[in-house]
């Protein structure tokens, strides 16, 4: 499983676009990346997934280059609401184990 | 989405009592379920992989004496701490695939709040 590296926390304000930079050098061909989000005392929520290129979705979109050693979420106009943690995932989900193994996260914490 | 759901939310025990937890994927079937656990301010840490029929796996550095892991059917699986302790207490979340999703098919329950006094 590809180890990611994540800054372990950002600032905002409300109203900007936050992104949110992974790494991943080694992932692997069939490796998808996803990106999860948690509040406090709540289990993890699926905002993302893509292969390469770019992936858009109603709350984020997410940009993968041509090597795929790295990705970034973003986050459009954010809210107070959107502070959490937000997790990069890579692994072939389809697979036989499927399992996920979680980094650090990185800490959003969204001012007024 | 697939819901995943856990029970208790939460729970207080005494040192040295067992205390089972819940998973259930309520609107499909999971053949793998997976067990976290989480200390406060730290990231999810993988301790086992449920599967339907079969024993689990178990990450290392898990006991699987203390942390049994039952797999009983397609929509339950069940994590019992055994003779728990003040350093078991954590965050235990489970997760569940859901394969008719394709490849984002990993759902998480809501996470069980176990205090052990």
């Known amino acids: 499983l590809a180890k990611t590296t994540q800054p372990i926390s950002m600032d905002s304000y409300e109203g900007q676009e936050v992104n949110i930079t992974c790494s991943h050098n080694n992932i692997a061909t069939n490796d998808y990346i996803t990106w999860y989000q948690q509040f406090p005392s709540q289990g993890p929520r699926f905002i993302i997934q893509?292969?390469?290129t770019k992936v858009t979705n109603e709350v984020a979109s997410l940009f993968i280059p041509a090597d795929r050693k790295s990705s970034t979420l973003s986050l459009p106009r954010v809210s107070l609401s959107d502070t959490a943690v937000y997790y990069c995932?890579?692994?072939?989900?389809?697979?036989?184990?499927?399992?996920?193994?979680f980094g650090t996260g990185t800490l959003l914490a969204v001012q007024p | 989405g697939a819901v995943v759901s856990q029970h208790p939310s939460r729970v207080i025990c005494k040192s040295g009592t067992s205390v089972k937890i819940e998973c259930r994927s309520l609107d499909f079937q999971a053949t793998t379920m997976f067990w976290y656990r989480q200390f406060p301010k730290q990231s999810l840490m993988l301790m086992a992989t449920?599967?339907?029929?079969?024993?689990?796996?178990?990450e290392q550095g898990v006991e699987k004496d203390k942390f049994l892991i039952n797999h009983a059917s397609l929509t339950l699986s069940t994590l019992t701490v055994t003779s728990a302790h003040p350093e078991d207490s954590s965050f235990y979340i489970c997760?569940?695939?859901?394969?008719?999703?394709?490849?984002?098919?990993?759902?998480f329950g809501p996470g069980t709040r176990l205090t052990v006094l």
């Open positions: 449920s599967n339907e029929g079969s024993k689990a796996t178990y």
């Open positions: 995932l890579v692994g072939d989900f389809g697979g036989a184990t499927n399992k996920l193994i």
């Open positions: 997760s569940a695939s859901d394969r008719g999703q394709g490849r984002d098919g990993q759902f």
């Open positions: 893509g292969y390469k």
